[in-house]
């Protein structure tokens, strides 16, 4: 059974940084297009960055610049590192695959506030 676990996430001041983590057990991950969503209280959940496995990135406009995501397929892990945070990154963040979803892990939540 595939199961995604994200970490990394906490309160932060308006431009301080933090890096969330997203381990994928049981699935062949090195193939996967995969990607960061997030999901503010009251909005759908928006995707904000992917990574292919050839390591292509793409970014969603609010984050271009200040996020990177990037992946360790031998450890079978995503990352994504938020700087210049802004209060409007407060959401919980969730990695899964683009495309044909895995059941969703339960998130980190991110709090950018003063």
């Known amino acids: 059974q595939v199961q995604l676990v994200e970490s990394g996430g906490g309160l932060v001041q308006p431009g301080g940084s933090l890096r969330l983590s997203c381990t994928v057990s049981?699935?062949?991950?090195?193939?996967?297009?995969m990607g960061w969503y997030r999901q503010a209280p009251g909005k759908q959940r928006e995707l904000v960055a992917t990574i292919t496995s050839g390591t292509s990135t793409n970014y969603a406009d609010s984050v271009k610049g200040r996020f990177t995501i990037s992946r360790d397929n031998a450890n079978k892990a995503l990352y994504l590192q938020m700087n210049s945070l802004k209060p409007e990154d407060t959401a919980v963040y969730y990695c899964?695959?683009?495309?044909?979803?895995?059941?969703w892990g339960q998130g980190t939540q991110v709090t950018v506030s003063s």
């Open positions: 899964n695959r683009i495309g044909i979803l895995i059941p």
């Open positions: 049981g699935s062949i991950f090195r193939v996967y297009t």
